[in-house]
């Protein structure tokens, strides 16, 4: 009879990994925060360096960004039995011409879809920027993730929320494309909360 894995094994394994290991110029360190009573699930890119550095999630002015977006204190946002958070990538992957590289491919072929499997209580995805929507919305993405942020309404039925990357780095998009934070965010924060208010009771 198949043993069967159960999520604390598999955060071990996965904690343990050193499959990408000459590709990382900090070495390996996975980073990820889940529980099998997550609600929400945030997936996005792959650890900076502070993050790195710190082995805390979202510990970094992209976060800050992030939490400010759902209005979500610290306390709440670190607790994984209503927020989980997997990024692409669980290691820093390394710096390119314009910023941080992309997270290893490697990473979602090994330990996504596991994870994933393991989380029967999420109700939510916020799919956190190109990366995370290839994964979870395949070809039902539009051609740019602009207008897979701005059709956002269109993945509500597939429990995902579609949102640019909160990084510094992309704070020209965020001028350009002003609607986002007019309109779009405090329509997500609405549905964020609105998965805690029914099945926590916190309304």
């Known amino acids: 009879m198949a043993k069967v894995e159960t999520l604390a094994n598999l955060l071990k394994e996965i904690r343990a990994c050193r499959y990408c290991e000459e590709h990382l110029p900090l070495g390996p360190n996975p980073i990820l925060k889940v529980h099998e009573e997550s609600r929400i699930l945030i997936v996005g890119q792959a650890p900076g360096t502070k993050v790195h ?19 979500m204190e610290p306390d709440f946002f670190y607790d994984e039995t209503k927020v989980g958070i997997l990024p692409m990538g669980f290691c820093y992957p390394g ?11 490697e990473c979602a072929e090994l330990w996504q879809d596991r994870v994933h499997g393991h989380l029967k209580k999420v109700k939510l995805i916020l799919a956190v920027g190109a990366y995370a929507q290839k994964h979870y919305l395949g070809k039902k993405r539009k051609k740019t993730m602009t207008e897979t942020v701005r059709h ?30 007019a309109e779009v965010v405090p329509a997500m924060r609405q549905k964020v909360w609105d998965v805690f208010d029914d099945e926590l009771g916190l309304s």
């Open 53 to 71: 550095k710190t082995s805390i999630p979202w510990n970094d002015p992209s976060g800050v960004r992030l939490r400010d977006w759902l209005q």
């Open 95 to 105: 710096k390119g011409e314009r910023g941080d590289l992309p997270p290893r491919p």
């Open 152 to 181: 956002w309404r269109e993945y509500v039925p597939e429990r995902v929320l579609a949102m640019p990357h909160p990084s510094p780095r992309n704070i020209m998009w965020r001028r350009k494309n002003a609607w986002f934070e």
